[in-house]
């Protein structure tokens, strides 16, 4: 049966094209060369692979660019790398040996510069530590860590002996925690005391030493001494850092290891209770990173990068640690929160760095607009060139704020659509050619080959709203979820055949750019028309008391589903006037079909600690039913109990 397009009302018409000057100095500077390398790739992939590949070190030349069909591909096979050879020891051989590589400030303004040949001996010295701990290659480590260079540390030395790190966000819980490390059997947990967030302490270790009881395989614990808070150490379990790296000798050979070893486990939240642990390896994933970072960020020798999601999040992964550092970049890392001391952090941390590329999330963007433009203007911005964004579809009004306020209507905005499944950017502006439209990711990138299609497969014309597939391998792409192909195949091959699916929905508008609407379970069907949930919060942000909106359907007897729209707003407390007038801002906006039926005020939404709202919840309270949801993500877990009481 062929399932009905998903409804596109949200209409766009504002273009903005790069100014001169950026497009002469980007690495990838013109339409015709952008048109080229993309046709190339699509027509010769293991051409075009091949020839990316020479960016690489390698030890030992691969024999075959690609193997086998979605969804069991192997890339460079036969080729020997080691991707922490190629963030740092390249990097030694001329002037970046004394290049900062991280430029870090901790929460309460304590600072540190790495530079790169800092961070290789760094990475040396722990990869010694680990080998001493009996950690071999292939087994698992868990990182469990605050936003500190120790963490970017232990990463590289792990791929540089070929074990396998599985990152949890700090913020999970002692039970997320045990479960993760169950899921890879994990033998080292590296941690902290605690780390800062709101001038508060997190205590890590304490989480580590719960979890423990409940994960066997868990062998040793390595603990950095961050907050100097109290922790119990288990005598010949539990190790200092420092007292560990002490000894330990500088030089650590980087093992040679086959282009497919795996580099990570990454656990993201499943529709199902169970988290899926994402796994990426070697070559694959060091070569999309360390290209997509180049031409989307239009990364230069001389540029200041910042990047602020968490490590804990894909986001972190590719472009905090591999992507830039495998360009010999300058990366700026911050432990905190954005509104710490104050609503200026953010900009102060611009400012004083010069940092020249943002790259940030719609979440905090909303954040920040709520804030107010007092804040970024106390500071001097002119530093920046590029801005970007991930993690969600940004508003139009969200994109056009940062396009003002923070970018001064000089810098170009890349709105970049990717997954952790992706492991690098996938569709998005190259900053030096692409005329922006606010709200769309725009154009797949070389080596991309993205299709709009109905749920029997079928490719769609413009506007035509639907499934967002693959329909060519990529190097970077997930190989499986960690201990159960099965799932994998289920989850991302089974949907539309022969392609990844991504689970989200979009449309391709008539210049082919790429609109995301949001996951296809966050469309909803109302009186047999399917809408986008993302185009009606769209709309109500775009009204000026709203701060951010979360819409969701909920069962209604005469239209299927109902529109439900959870609302947060800038200032004050709502009443039942500006209910009415959004619900009359949203008809007038999209139209009769998509007039709310419900709105609510909230003081916050439920959010992941990647910032993402979890739409799944408030579908849930929308319907009044107890929810059965993993909530092992979410960033707030008061912020349910607010909401289910704000009911009445
Ligand atoms: C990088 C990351 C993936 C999901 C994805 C989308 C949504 C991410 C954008 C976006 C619209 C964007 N990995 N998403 N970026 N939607 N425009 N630029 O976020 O695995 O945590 O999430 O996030 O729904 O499927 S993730």
Same mark, same amino acid.
């Not at 486990?265 to 209770?273: A, R």
């Given at each position: 049966m062929t399932q009905p397009a998903i409804h596109s009302s949200l209409k766009e018409s504002r273009t903005f094209a790069p100014p001169a000057t950026f497009s002469a100095n980007a690495h990838i500077s013109t339409q015709s060369q952008y048109e080229q390398m993309w046709q190339q790739a699509k027509d010769d992939p293991a051409g075009f692979w091949g020839q990316m590949?020479?960016?690489l070190d390698w030890f030992r030349r691969f024999d075959t660019v690609m193997e086998g069909q979605m969804p069991n591909v192997k890339w460079f096979t036969g080729g020997k790398i080691n991707v922490s050879y190629n963030?740092?020891?390249?990097?030694?051989?001329?002037? #970046?040996?004394?290049?900062?590589?991280?430029?870090w400030e901790g929460e309460p303004g304590d600072t540190r510069v790495l530079r790169y040949q800092d961070l290789h001996r760094e990475v040396c010295k722990f990869a010694n530590v680990l080998k001493k701990l009996g950690v071999q290659t292939g087994d698992r480590v868990t990182l469990?860590?605050?936003?500190?260079?120790?963490?970017?540390?232990?990463?590289?030395?792990?791929?540089?002996?070929?074990?396998?790190?599985?990152?949890?966000?700090?913020? =999970?819980?002692? $039970?997320?925690?045990?479960?993760?490390?169950?899921?890879?059997?994990a033998k080292v947990v590296v941690t902290a005391d605690g780390g800062w967030r709101r001038g508060k302490e997190i205590p890590l270790?304490?989480?580590?030493?719960?979890?423990?009881?409940?994960?066997?395989?868990?062998?040793?614990?390595?603990?950095?001494? #961050?907050?100097?808070?109290?922790? $119990?150490?288990?005598?010949? #379990?539990?190790?200092?850092?420092?007292?560990?790296?002490?000894?330990?000798s500088t030089d650590c050979d980087p093992?040679?290891?086959?282009?497919?070893?795996?580099? =990570?486990?990454?656990?993201?939240?499943?529709?199902?209770?169970k988290p899926k642990g994402v796994l990426h390896t070697s070559a694959g994933y060091l070569l999309g990173t360390a290209l997509t970072t180049k031409w989307v960020f239009d990364l230069k020798e001389d540029d200041t990068y910042w990047c602020t999601a968490d490590i804990g999040w894909i986001t972190g992964h590719s472009y905090i640690c591999y992507g830039p550092l495998a360009n010999g970049a300058t990366v700026v890392m911050y432990e905190g929160a954005p509104n710490w001391p104050d609503e200026g952090r953010f900009w102060e941390i611009i400012e004083k760095y010069r940092v020249s590329i943002f790259y940030t999330a719609p979440t905090a963007i909303r954040a920040f607009i709520k804030w107010g433009n007092e804040w970024p203007e106390k500071h001097d911005l002119s530093s920046l060139r590029l801005l970007g964004s991930v993690g969600e579809p940004i508003n139009p009004e969200a994109w056009m704020w940062y396009h003002r306020v923070i970018g001064q209507e000089r810098c170009p905005i890349v709105d970049t659509w990717w997954?952790?499944?992706?492991?690098?950017?996938?569709?998005?502006p190259l900053p030096g050619v692409t005329s922006t439209k606010p709200g769309s990711c725009c154009r797949p990138l070389p080596g991309v080959v993205p299709d709009i299609v109905s749920r029997d497969g079928k490719s769609l014309g413009p506007n035509e709203g639907g499934l967002l597939v693959m329909r060519q391998p990529w190097p970077h792409m997930l190989r499986t979820l960690y201990g159960d192909h099965e799932r994998f195949v289920k989850t991302y091959f089974s949907e539309v055949e022969g392609c990844y699916f991504a689970g989200d929905g979009a449309r391709r508008d008539e210049d082919g750019y790429v609109w995301v609407m949001g996951r296809v379970d966050d469309v909803i069907n109302v009186s047999g028309h399917r809408l986008s949930t993302m185009e009606v919060e769209s709309s109500l942000v775009s009204h000026p008391s709203v701060a951010e909106a979360a819409v969701v359907g909920f069962p209604h007897e005469i239209k299927g589903e109902g529109i439900c729209c959870f609302v947060t707003l800038k200032t004050g407390e709502g009443d039942e006037s500006l209910k009415k007038e959004l619900i009359q801002h949203v008809r007038h906006h999209i139209g009769a079909l998509a007039q709310p039926d419900q709105v609510r005020f909230a003081a916050s939404l439920p959010k992941t600690r990647s910032g993402k709202i979890m739409r799944r919840l408030l579908r849930d309270i929308a319907a009044g039913r107890e929810s059965t949801q993993d909530t092992t993500t979410l960033e707030d877990l008061n912020v349910l109990a607010r909401l289910r009481a704000d009911e009445e």
């Open positions: 590949a020479q960016n963030c740092l020891d390249r990097h030694l051989k001329g002037a #970046r040996k004394n290049k900062a590589a991280i430029i469990y860590m605050p936003m500190i260079p120790e963490l970017t540390i232990a990463m590289l030395a792990c791929s540089r002996i070929g074990a396998v790190h599985s990152i949890i966000f700090g913020g =999970f819980s002692a $039970d997320a925690v045990a479960d993760r490390n169950n899921d890879a059997q270790k304490a989480s580590v030493d719960e979890s423990l009881n409940q994960s066997p395989s868990v062998e040793k614990v390595v603990v950095v001494k #961050r907050t100097g808070g109290d922790v $119990d150490m288990v005598p010949d #379990r539990d190790y200092w850092w420092h007292d560990l790296m002490e000894g330990a093992v040679q290891l086959d282009s497919e070893h795996p580099l =990570f486990i990454l656990y993201t939240s499943g529709s199902t209770g997954q952790t499944e992706t492991g690098g950017i996938m569709i998005s």
